[in-house]
Each structure stands twice: as structure tokens, then as C-alpha cells.
């Protein structure tokens, strides 16, 4: 099993080709734009540039949208009409709720315990003497794929019976305080929960980031006049700090609120969506990918779509709006 | 109301500099009192330790007869208004009058009344509802002004609070910070880089420098008396014109001679400063403020007189400023470095005239305010009188202003 350069080439040579072309078609862009007619010059100038981000995206998102759209009203197969059946079978079928349940369960824990983690987090290291050191650590988890996430933490939670030794670093510590070994991954509810810790740990990084940067934003002077007018801790987090980072806040909710919504990693690596611990975008690859059920997980994928788009529209308002304030 | 005493206080940062030495101030119940200094002189942390926002390294200080050394901001019973208005952004006016009397609950019908009082004093009452985003820079300044007034407390702390301001809002700004206090009577303590701010508006004005305090004394002493060339530089505008002359005894008094002019010493200075006799026979450094020279042919005072070239001419309606050079090299001593470095960078000093005319290097470089009638004009030879009782005796050395009360004490 040796590697050798040179079975690779015909990769490398497809890499250079690929290279060459992407450069030929800028070059050939910029050419028809530079020498084009004069009239009307910004108008096609956009199109043009705009000509090849725009097919790309309509190739690959908005005709695979659309065409699930179309396909969660056909059976399985995708070739027989069948109404709104997939919707009907999508709200009453008792596994399915069960799914419907474990998602709204992500969706309000999740965000907000790991915007909450991040906040406080934030707020304790600011100006410490460790601050950088603290930060990173709770940042690192960023670098890490969910599906990696998922692998260390089904180690954390792994089971062994109760006379072997526990490899497992939450079991290890049950037994160590003398409790008995639990199947954490196998009893539900509270297995679902243990899967939204995971994303919490990813997570709160990421909140902690942008909330300390809006922290270190709050004008020092403001917090100084606070201080004189005679706030302590909690009166400043209150009246000064927590309304100053609202805005960002809600970027930051709404982020993760989304990212919450299309979880599929963690579920998929950890149980696989087993136990009763199955989410909207595990459900939508199992019924449309394994069982074949191509047009119920495109009705599941639609009510996922569904639901993120109000969050897409406050996201988009709550940025305009912080926009304007800056100016 | 309350006196604030400072008591050799230092501030000494982590690095080891020394930003505020051994400072002794002693503000009196209801004075206004301005410092005022060149950047990074010291002013503003000296504010900012009578707030409490800054940590004491060593001395004392005592706010209303109590040592407030270790007490925080909010139990000094201070108010302070900062140079960028600190405005909480999220809460309307009105909120942010209230702001500190809520946090110390007071009951709310006194609440309201001291936010309706301090609105009606500042002309707020029509900006009460709206958020300090849809304020003007003057408005915001004076609800920063109206959140520290409702408190009603021991003393005022105002930092730089006009410099955010448009020149002309800041005259009116100034004028009427004078008839607040006028009429609140608070005990305020006033940092500007300004000296025109800390001139018009401190019953009495401490000049910093480098951290030690220099002079602090009623506006006229420190423009007729200045301690120092430091101080005689930074006050007054335009500033204090200096040359090195040559101090020498002849019979019945004494002469000033640099580059070709002289200018006797009048007998009743030998008397008022014997220590400049002293000097007979040695080098002084001379200052002439622009507003003791005018046109001899319109003067009152004409008990001495030199002929110049006038290079430029600014006529100001009022007055006229004639800038001159004269034949002697530009005074060599640090306070003028100092005070030349202020003003290179200090860009809105409107009279900031002299210190940037690199045609003149080896020359000094001098200004005149003149009568507005007369005819000087920018190339033509002027007479200039000069009122010698009102010139000014450094040492070439020290600096010091020589015969002053104060550096004769120090002295003895």
C-alpha cells in the first residue's frame, strides 16, 4: 500500500486543468467587460459579474429547493402523486412527534444555555489577568467538526458494566463518588439532553467570542459615569453592559438558533437518532437516504426550511438595525 | 458642598511613571477650580483620583473633612461629567437623569421633581422622551450636565467637558457653565487643556506640568504674576513673547539689551524685585506679553519703544497682531520646548500664532497686539511702545520668574 506521486497525477493534472479554466473564464470576464460597448455600460457590467455566482447558485440551491419542495408532494419513489400525505404522516405519526418534540428541545435549550455559558464566561475573564489563556480554552471546541465533538463525547459518556473499569469520563466520576455506571446514550429524555450539552460545549466559544468583543465595545466612560452614579456588579450588568450587547445578542441567539435547527452530526455520530433521540435533519437523511422514503424526507426538509426562515428575516432586520445605529 | 484637600498625593503607574507627584491642592467649599495643562500633564488623573476612579499611590485625599483614600466612586457623593458625555445610549433622557437617583433610592415624586428642576434649568424638557442618539452634541452635553446636577452632590467633576463642542457652542457652553455655578454654588473641579476656558471660567486655576503642580492662583495673578516661564507661556494668548537679554546697571537704573533694541527698567521694579540686582552685569530671559506693546504713535504707556519690520499683520477688528522677528536666537530652555510642543500640537489653539514659522529659525519670533487703528501693514517699519512696568524677569537657568513672592519663599 505504498503512496506513490505519480498514481496521483492524473488528480494533479485535473487540479491544474480545473485551475486554468476557473483563470480562463475570470480572464475572459474581464476582457468582454473591459471591451464591451459603451451604452448602458454598468447594467450588463453586473450582469456579467454577477452571470456566474448567480447560475451557480441557482444549479445548486434554488432547483434542489425547489425540486424537494416538489418532490414531498410524491410517494417514496418520487414517481406517484400523493398530495399532502407526507405533511399528514410528517404531524401524526407517533415516531415522527417524537422527533418534532426532541427538536423543539434543541431549540430552546441549546441557544440559549450556550449564549448564557458564553455570556458569563465572558463577563468573568474580561480584564483578568488570564483573559487570553481562558478565552482560547473555551474557544478551542470551535475548531472541532461536530462530528469530531460527537466522537469525544460518546467517549465522555461510554459505558462499561459495572465490574470493568470505567473508560468513560462521566461514569468514572458516578462511580467514583459511588454510584452505579448508567447506559447515558440509552435513557431518554435524558439522553437527548446529553447530546444538546455537546453542541453547548461547541457553542458557547463562539458566543463568548462575539459577546466579549461587544463587551470591549461599551464605551469605558459609560461604565465610569455608571460607577459614580452609584451602580455595583449586578445594577452595571443590568443597566449598562446587558442592553449594550442586546443587539449582538441576538445575532448571537439567532446564529446559533439555526445551527441548532439543522443539527444532524452530533445525533448521527452519537446514537444515530436511536433511543428516541432524533432530530429533524437526522429524520429528513434517514427517511429520504436509508429507507428510501424520498418524499417524506423532502417534506421534512421543507418544514426545516420552513422554520429557519423567520429566524434568516429577524437575523437580517437585527443586523440593518445595528448598521443604522453605527451610523 | 464640601472642600476637597489634596495632601502630597502621587500617582505612579504600573510602569513606573510618575503621572501625578506630590500634588497639594486645597479647593474650597463651592470654589470653581480649573486645571489646566499642557497633554499628559497630570490633570486628568488628579480628576480621576477625586472621583475615585483612579487608585491614590501615596498621600491624601479628603473630601468635606472625611479621608476618602479608599472609598469607592459611588460613596464619594461626586458627580462627574465626562468629555464624551458618557450618555447611556439605551435609555431616554429623562432616564438617564434619573439613572443615579434610582440607583440610590430616592422616592420617586423627589425623583421626578429634581429631573423636572435640573430639565427647566438646562431647556431639556422638550428632549425628555428621545434617546441621546437623536441629540445634538449640545444637547447631550448638557444632559451630561443635568444627570450630575439632579444629584445634588458634594462636588462637580467636569473632564474636558466642552472639548466635543464646536467653537461657538463652546462660548455659550462656557457662559453658561459660569451661571450654573453662580447660582448652584457647587464646589467643581474643572480639567481643561484650554487656558482661555480655565481663564474665564475658574474663580481660581491650578497650571500643571509634567505631573507637579506649577501655580495655582486667580486667573489675573497667574496672568500678571506668573510663577515660571512655564506658566507664563501656556497663559495668555497669544502667548508671552521671550528673548534672552542682557540685564545692565546704569546710574539711576537699569537696561535690557537683546539683539539692536534696549528697554530701560523702570526704578519702581528695581524696588518692587530687589533680587534683580542680582542679575546686573548677567543674561535674563525677557518676557513682553503682545498686549503690553502697541503703536507709539497711539500709545498710553510709552516708557520704551522698539523698531521692527512687520513680517505679517492679522487684524482681528478689535485689535491688531503684528508678528516680528527680532535678532536674537530663539530662547533655549526647556519650558519653551515644552510649551512649543504643546502648541505644534494642539490644533485648535486659534492663537497659536509663532510656533510654526520655520523661516525664522535662528530668530525669535515675537507678537504684538496693537491698537486697531493703526496703520501698520505687513513689510513697513512700526514704532512699538512698550509698557515696561509689565515686563517679566526669568531666570536663564531655573526659569523662575525672578522677585516672584513665591520662589523668593522658596527660596528663603
Redesign the interface.
Known amino acids: 500500500m505504498g503512496f506513490s506521486i505519480l498514481d496521483e497525477l492524473p488528480k494533479l493534472l485535473w487540479l491544474v486543468i480545473g485551475l486554468a479554466a476557473f483563470a480562463g473564464v475570470i480572464g475572459l470576464l474581464l476582457l468582454v467587460v473591459d471591451r464591451g460597448p459603451r451604452a448602458r455600460r454598468d447594467w450588463w457590467q453586473a450582469a456579467f459579474f454577477l452571470g456566474p455566482a448567480v447560475l451557480l447558485l441557482l444549479l445548486g440551491l434554488v432547483y434542489p429547493a425547489l425540486r424537494t419542495a416538489w418532490l414531498s408532494f410524491f410517494d417514496g419513489s418520487g414517481e406517484t402523486w400523493s398530495g399532502l400525505d407526507n405533511y399528514v404522516w410528517l404531524f401524526t405519526q407517533p415516531e415522527i412527534l417524537i422527533v418534532l418534540r426532541n427538536t423543539l428541545l434543541w431549540v430552546v435549550l441549546a441557544p440559549v444555555l450556550a449564549t448564557a455559558t458564553g455570556l458569563v464566561y465572558a463577563i468573568l475573564v474580561d480584564r483578568s489577568r488570564f483573559e487570553s489563556v481562558a478565552k482560547s480554552l473555551l474557544f478551542m471546541p470551535m475548531a472541532i467538526s461536530f462530528v469530531g465533538a460527537g466522537i469525544i463525547w460518546r467517549f465522555v459518556y461510554a459505558y462499561r458494566p459495572a465490574e470493568a473499569d470505567q473508560i468513560g469520563l462521566l461514569n468514572r466520576v458516578v462511580v467514583a463518588f459511588g454510584g452505579e455506571p448508567q447506559q447515558w446514550l440509552l435513557n431518554q429524555p435524558l439522553n437527548t439532553l446529553l447530546l444538546i450539552v455537546v453542541l453547548i460545549w461547541v457553542q458557547a466559544g463562539f458566543a463568548m467570542v462575539v459577546l466579549s468583543a461587544a463587551i470591549k465595545a461599551i ?1 469605558s ?2 461604565v ?9 456588579a449586578w ?1 452595571l450588568f443590568r ?2 453592559t446587558l ?2 450587547v ?1 443587539p449582538t445578542l441576538t445575532v448571537v441567539l439567532i446564529t446559533i438558533s439555526v445551527q441548532t435547527l439543522k443539527v444532524f452530526d452530533i445525533v448521527r455520530t452519537m446514537t444515530g437518532g436511536q433511543f428516541d433521540t432524533s432530530v429533524i435533519a437526522n429524520e429528513m437523511y434517514n427517511q429520504a437516504f436509508r429507507y428510501g422514503e424520498l418524499g417524506q424526507g423532502s417534506a421534512l426538509a421543507v418544514f426545516l426550511f420552513a422554520l429557519v426562515i423567520p429566524l434568516v428575516i429577524v437575523q437580517m432586520r437585527t443586523n440593518r438595525r445595528v448598521r443604522e ?1 453605527q451610523a | 458642598m464640601a472642600k476637597i484637600v489634596l495632601e502630597n498625593v502621587d500617582k505612579v503607574y504600573s510602569g513606573g511613571v510618575k503621572a501625578v507627584d506630590n500634588l497639594n491642592l486645597e479647593i474650597a467649599d463651592g470654589e470653581f477650580m480649573v486645571l489646566v495643562g499642557p497633554s499628559g500633564c497630570g490633570k486628568s488623573t488628579a480628576l480621576r483620583m477625586i ?3 483612579e487608585e491614590i499611590s501615596d498621600g491624601t485625599l479628603s473630601i468635606g473633612d472625611k479621608v476618602v483614600n479608599d472609598l ?3 460613596n464619594r457623593d ?3 461629567v ?3 458625555y ?6 431616554t433622557v429623562e432616564q438617564n437623569l434619573a ?2 437617583l434610582k ?2 433610592k430616592t422616592p420617586k415624586p423627589e425623583i421626578e421633581r429634581r429631573v423636572k428642576e435640573a430639565a427647566a434649568m438646562l431647556g431639556l424638557e422638550p428632549y425628555l422622551k428621545r434617546k441621546p ?1 437623536a441629540l445634538s452634541g449640545g444637547q447631550r452635553q448638557r444632559v451630561a450636565m443635568g ?1 450630575a446636577i439632579v ?1 445634588e452632590p458634594q462636588a462637580f467633576l467636569m473632564d474636558e467637558p466642552l472639548s466635543n463642542l464646536d467653537a461657538k457652542l463652546r462660548v455659550q457652553m462656557r457662559a453658561s457653565l459660569n451661571q450654573l455655578h453662580e447660582r448652584l454654588g457647587v464646589t467643581t473641579v474643572y480639567v481643561t487643556h484650554d487656558q482661555i476656558e480655565a481663564m474665564t471660567l475658574g474663580d481660581r486655576v491650578a497650571v500643571l506640568r509634567d505631573g507637579r503642580l506649577q501655580q495655582v492662583d486667580t486667573p489675573k495673578n497667574l496672568f500678571d504674576h506668573p510663577v515660571n516661564l512655564f506658566v507664563a507661556g501656556f497663559i495668555g494668548s497669544p502667548a508671552m513673547n521671550f528673548v534672552t537679554a542682557a540685564l545692565t546697571e546704569n546710574g539711576t537704573g537699569a537696561t535690557l539689551k537683546f539683539a539692536d533694541h534696549t528697554l530701560p527698567v523702570p526704578a519702581e521694579t528695581l524696588e518692587e524685585r530687589p533680587a534683580l540686582r542680582d542679575y546686573f552685569g548677567r543674561e535674563i530671559v525677557l518676557g513682553i506679553r503682545p498686549s503690553d506693546f502697541d503703536d507709539a504713535e497711539m500709545a498710553a504707556h510709552n516708557s520704551g519703544t522698539m523698531e521692527v519690520v512687520a513680517d505679517v499683520t492679522e487684524e482681528l477688528g478689535t485689535e491688531i497682531n503684528v508678528i516680528f522677528t527680532v535678532d536674537a536666537p530663539p530662547l533655549e530652555h526647556e519650558d519653551a520646548a515644552a510649551l512649543a510642543a504643546d502648541a505644534a500640537g494642539d490644533g485648535d489653539d486659534e492663537d497659536g500664532v509663532g510656533a510654526g514659522l520655520p523661516l525664522a529659525r535662528d530668530k525669535s519670533v515675537f507678537t504684538a497686539r496693537v491698537n486697531p487703528r493703526s496703520v501698520v501693514r505687513p513689510g513697513q517699519p512700526i514704532t512699538l511702545a512698550v509698557d515696561t512696568r509689565q515686563l517679566h524677569y526669568f531666570d536663564k537657568v531655573s526659569g523662575l520668574a525672578i522677585g516672584h513672592p513665591a520662589n523668593v519663599a522658596a527660596k528663603a
Open positions: 464605551p466612560e459609560i465610569e459615569a455608571a460607577r459614580i452614579d452609584g451602580a455595583n445594577q443597566s449598562v442592553p449594550s442586546w445605529q | 472621583a475615585g476612579l469607592p466612586p459611588k461626586i458627580a462627574m465626562f468629555q464624551n458618557a450618555l447611556y445610549p439605551h435609555m439613572f443615579g440607583l440610590r442618539a444627570r444629584r
